[in-house]
């Protein structure tokens, strides 16, 4: 190869770089923009919405929050209690005990005075069987709670058990170590009521990270700023992707995901779309795309919701080989879902499902991660070769470092400006320094997790969902 073809080969990869880069900065400015007017319009209505009268009406849709649960003993009792102390009227939950190998099904039993009983299960989908039965409790008080324990098949084969069991109209999908703030389900159930023009096929909610804060008796009683790194920077993760983007594909009905932690659905659509895949590790994306092609094949208009509230908190994780783990199964859930639905990706027949949001998920989320690790290796070949245009280079990383503390900063004003949930003193300050160390600190691992996501995805067969490692809620 001669000199002037390397340097033409060269000139393109930078130019390609250059304008991957460019346009990536774009599209999250643009969504960042859409979020903060959809936000806005949300705040200046919801300020007139009467959630007494949906607590109180008997025609409120009927829900059941189905929570799949596997060795979750460190939470469990105190987060059912938070499931059953929701503020609505026509609800009922059902904890799935995943063939938990714990003491979380017998904690159950005792806490909330359950005997098994004798039901029969109507099987719209396909399950792994009962293990010791169903359960329901002999004190009124907890009339709406249902125990299932079935032999374990993972997260998705137990929603899919929720599903066969529920007999509601919706049913509200949540991971049960999350803590539901008690008026959730009335703003979730808001969008399926108001709007009346299109269907609306789910909705999803806000997540915060509930590291440090206090929690008693299933209720948040104080929120506190975690104390390490790792958490505090999944706080600004958590922020820019509900608040800066997820509006935005609201607003633009382009939404592919709403999170496992919290998401409401039409149940009678979930089943007809065979309910969740228990072939993937991303079955909260995977579902919501299921959901949605089938509605654009027959050709029904629909919309997914999004509520910006902070109607749910979780426990993030606490040490890097969790998040690793975590992230891994992010990115092959993201892989395995775009790959199983790539008809509609590019496809004008599906129309902003297929030439907005399939493309940018493509790029800006599945493509990123290798773009970026090939982006840093391309740099250490020109090093090698002694062919750095330093300036460039520092203006390049410059620009890079600075968007992206630009756009966690604006992400932590769009937090104080609106929901304001870290109210102590000094945390909008903590806040700045982490999204100054952030892209130093924290980035590089979830780089790394991202790229072993791909390795595992495509050549280590053992494709587990993953176990999350919790130190429990603070109970104090």
């Known amino acids: 190869m001669n000199t002037s073809t390397l340097q033409i080969i060269m000139t393109i990869i930078h130019y390609f770089f250059l304008i991957f880069s460019l346009t990536a900065i774009t599209s999250y400015v643009i969504l960042a923009i859409i979020s903060a007017v959809e936000t806005i319009e949300y705040l200046k209505k919801n300020s007139f919405v009467n959630y007494k009268e949906i607590l109180t009406s008997p025609f ?44 979380s099904l017998s904690k159950l039993i005792e806490a909330y005075q359950l005997v098994e009983i004798d039901y029969d299960i109507n099987e719209h989908i396909k399950t792994k069987p009962l293990r010791k039965g169903v359960y329901k409790s002999t004190n009124p008080a907890f009339d709406k709670l249902t125990v299932i324990d079935k032999e374990n098949g993972g997260k998705a084969d137990a929603l899919n058990m929720g599903l066969n069991v529920s007999t ?111 072939n993937t ?9 299921r959901m949605r092609r089938y509605l654009e094949d027959t050709k029904q208009k629909y919309k997914v919701a999004y509520i910006p509230d902070p109607l749910c908190w979780t426990e993030a994780p606490y040490n890097y080989k969790t998040l690793i783990s975590q992230r891994n199964r992010w990115t092959r859930g993201t892989i395995e879902t775009l790959k199983r639905h790539r008809k509609i990706g590019f496809n004008p027949k599906y129309k902003t499902l297929g030439l907005i949001s399939y493309p940018y998920w493509f790029f800006f989320e599945r493509m990123a991660p290798i773009i970026e690790v090939a982006g840093i290796l391309y740099f250490g070949i020109l090093m090698f070769l002694h062919e750095v245009r330093w300036d460039y280079a520092f ?17 932590i004003v769009s937090e104080e400006l609106s929901f304001n949930q870290y109210k102590k003193k000094s945390t909008g300050l903590k806040l700045v ?11 590089p691992v979830i780089l790394y997790s991202a790229i072993k996501g791909n390795l595992d995805y495509y050549f280590n067969k053992n494709k587990k969902w993953g176990e999350m490692v919790r130190k429990g809620m603070n109970n104090a």
């Not at 590790?281 to 795309?289: L, P, R, S």
């Not at 203006?395 to 992400?411: C, E, N, Q, R, T």
């Not at 320094?433 to 130093?440: D, M, N, T, Y």
């Open 60 to 103: 409120s849709p009927s829900i059941s929050i189905i929570a799949p649960a596997y060795n979750e003993s460190l939470n469990i009792v105190e987060n059912v209690r938070s499931i059953l102390s929701s503020h609505y009227v026509n609800y009922d939950v059902i904890i799935v005990n995943d063939g938990s190998t714990d003491d």
């Open 168 to 278: 509601s109209k919706y049913v509200a999908c949540i991971d049960v170590d999350c803590l539901l703030l008690e008026d959730a389900l009335q703003k979730m159930i808001k969008p399926f009521l108001e709007i009346t023009d299109v269907k609306v096929i789910a909705a999803g909610g806000v997540i915060r990270i509930s590291n440090s804060s206090i929690i008693r008796h299933g209720k948040l009683l104080d929120v506190n700023f975690p104390k390490t790194w790792l958490e505090q920077g999944q706080i600004l993760e958590y922020f820019r992707a509900f608040l800066l983007g997820r509006m935005a594909w609201s607003r633009l009905n382009g939404l592919l995901v709403i999170s496992g932690a919290f998401g409401l659905f039409d149940k009678k659509l979930a089943i007809k779309v065979g309910g969740y895949d228990t």
């Open 281 to 289: 590790v991303g079955e909260d994306m995977e579902i919501i795309v």
């Open 395 to 411: 203006a390049f990383i410059l620009m890079a470092y600075l968007f992206s503390v630009l756009f966690s900063i604006v992400a």
């Open 433 to 443: 320094i982490i999204a100054l160390i952030e892209p130093i600190v924290n980035h």
